[in-house]
């Protein structure tokens, strides 16, 4: 197991900057470069303006909106509280944000498909590279000398593997948006803790949920065949002699088990990431 403390991380500059607006983020967790299981999960800040266009990733990604509002297109926003859930190649959009502040917990990871996800270095030189070769802008990207811009993504994708880049099949018409303060809160079967089962996603069985541990109770996690990631959202407590807070996030590696204790009320939110056999 490994924990996290996010009051205790600086705030970085955001690392998309083919994207238009104004973010910083602090960095929980990451996976392995190149591995079909690799994902990037960060604590997101927004300080004003962001837009993105219209556009699909070949990954996964679910957000938790922890304050404030996020819109994801025309008509379409997360409250505080609220998940969303992106489906690897389908599409959303365009973003338009015009709010002053808000606190998202970010995951991006490679899907059931076995696509794999573009590591934040790759993204990161692909971007510096691009920029000698052509212009971001509004979230495209054009190459010096052509009159036609496409998805920045997209471009930095191809640059960095050489190759037209690929997307799943379309699983879900549109990201599923989950308000799980409409979700009853479910006791465990050994009466510790509760648990808002929010959705179990694709033939991988990406889980989503939420746990709730009152003072003096306990609460599992950990499963074979899965990595665990949990985010505190508030309260306090104990795991392997270690305390956690809010904005603590704890990782759990596939067959380990952990035992969380309550000393204050607590809330967490917890994905479940079955592994990914390689192809």
């Known amino acids: 197991m490994q924990i996290v403390h ?3 991380l600086p705030w970085l500059e955001r690392e998309e900057k083919h994207r238009e607006g104004s973010l ?9 470069e190149g591995d079909p299981n690799n994902f990037r999960w960060v604590l997101s800040r927004n300080s004003g303006t962001y837009r993105s266009p219209h556009h699909r990733h070949n990954f996964d990604q679910v957000r938790f909106c922890i304050e404030g509002t996020a819109n994801i297109a025309p008509g379409k926003t997360l409250n505080q509280g609220d998940v969303g859930y992106f489906p690897e190649g389908t599409p959303y959009g365009p973003q338009e944000d015009l709010h002053s502040h808000r606190l998202t917990l970010v995951f ?3 899907g059931a498909s076995g696509l794999g996800y ?3 270095a790759q993204l990161r030189r692909g971007h510096e590279e691009l920029e000698r070769l052509g212009s971001f802008s509004g979230g495209r990207f054009r190459r ?6 496409r998805d920045s993504y997209e471009a930095i994708w191809e640059h960095v593997f050489g190759r037209p880049i690929a997307y799943p099949p379309q699983r879900y018409d549109d990201p599923v948006l989950i308000r799980t303060a409409s979700f009853a809160w479910r006791r465990n079967g050994d009466g510790n803790a509760s648990r808002k089962l929010l959705g179990d996603f694709t033939e991988r069985g990406t889980r989503l949920e939420m746990l709730r541990i009152e003072p003096g109770e306990r609460a599992m996690l950990g499963e074979p065949g ?8 508030s309260g306090r407590g104990r795991v392997n ?3 956690w807070s809010a904005h603590s996030a704890l990782r759990i590696a596939p067959g380990e088990t952990v035992r969380l204790e309550g000393d204050k009320l607590a809330e967490l939110f917890v994905i479940v990431l079955p592994t990914i056999e390689p192809h």
Do not use: I
Request: glycine share 18%; net charge negative; aromatic share 8%.
């Open 24 to 32: 910083a983020f602090k960095n929980l967790f990451k996976g392995d």
């Open 241 to 243: 002699g270690d305390g």
């Open 118 to 120: 573009m590591s934040s």
């Open 6 to 8: 996010a009051a205790a």
């Open 108 to 110: 991006q990871g490679g």
């Open 226 to 233: 899965a990595t665990a990631l949990a985010f505190v959202v």
């Open 144 to 149: 010096h000398g052509e009159a036609e811009s």
